[in-house]
């Protein structure tokens, strides 16, 4: 096995195991050691890979949204229209609830540091800048291929973004408040309706 | 002065010094000795008013919502359609936003208990199971009234809520990143659009 190789396969370790170990104890209460000793690595080891705690945790934040993107970009075929791909992306809602699902406290326990730390404030912020990018662009597009009436594509876009940020953080408070997949597709279906071509103006 | 009058003066003053200092300070790092000090009243005085800590903290989000719930009904006049009464809604979000601003990383801290106990966590899901059903109310009403089309009050209820939980999250986590009460403004026509009678249908 090639040391590359190896070093990837160590890293890859210490996340699954620092995940796991995070959602079952919490951040705080999981020390480098703890990790350490479920992945069976030494310390030195650790730091090679990882200057800090919070930074396995950074990376297993951006790991997780690495793989929303990928199905993001997969809904973006362009063999559709954008209210057909905006429509389709709400049917993601169950799985994204099922992956997340359990992390609720831990990424509450995150979200409590990053109010506290710009690096983390940073981390946590920059995705949803991303996305709010992501959809304006995919407003533009539908304006372009005259599938969407002319709206303000930053303001539509925050409208979206606000409606995916929200359904996800009652879906995670509430899980059993609501049938959020339906809520996902139904309320896309009427907050499309607002701004489909042939709308009411 | 009156002994009961007394009593609600040194009530009131707990929880006004409480919320200073769980802001400032955080909640964890609040002692229940360090919130007499500085309200001047014993430790006997304190448990006489509040059962522990965490009461005050509930009593404290309730005082807040219940600010908040008046402002809801007063906007509810009976003058208007539902639809005017929701576009007039976001104007509150401005002064939600100051109101709310510096205690980002209380609740935060909050809802990180809240994933823990029942108690707190029933306090939390509790105030948005009630504005479901307030919103869901007005789409009833809105539909009764003829200024809305046929919709699920129910799913069209989670779409305004998620909206708004949403743009509250969004907003409280990056202040800067867009002109947020107009956000709230356009976006709820936006999304009017999409349920207003004479729509698409």
Chains 1, 2 share one sequence.
């Not at 409590?112 to 949803?128: E, L």
């Amino acid at each position: 096995m090639a040391v590359q190789q190896r070093g990837e396969e160590t890293r890859t370790r210490i996340l699954d195991v620092a995940q796991e170990a995070f959602a079952r104890y919490g951040y705080d209460a999981t020390g480098v050691a703890e990790i350490c000793r479920r992945a069976g690595v030494t310390k030195g080891g650790f730091y090679h890979h990882f200057p800090s705690k919070q930074d396995v945790f950074l990376e297993m934040l951006e790991r997780w949204l690495e793989g929303l993107d990928r199905q993001l970009l997969l809904m973006r075929s362009g063999e559709e229209s954008v209210p057909e791909e905006l429509l389709a992306m709400t049917e993601m809602v169950p799985a994204v609830f099922q992956e997340a699902g359990g992390r609720l406290p831990l990424f509450l326990e995150f979200l409590t540091k990053a109010a506290h730390s710009p690096v983390v404030w940073q981390a946590t912020v920059a995705p949803f800048r991303k996305y709010h990018a992501f959809f304006a662009g995919m407003i533009r597009d539908g304006m372009a291929e005259g599938s969407l009436r002319p709206v303000d594509p930053d303001l539509a876009s925050n409208l979206l973004l606000s409606f995916a940020v929200g359904l996800l953080a009652m879906g995670l408070l509430d899980p059993y408040g609501a049938n959020w997949g339906l809520v996902a597709q139904e309320g896309m279906g009427m907050l499309l309706n607002g701004i489909e071509a042939g709308g009411p103006g």
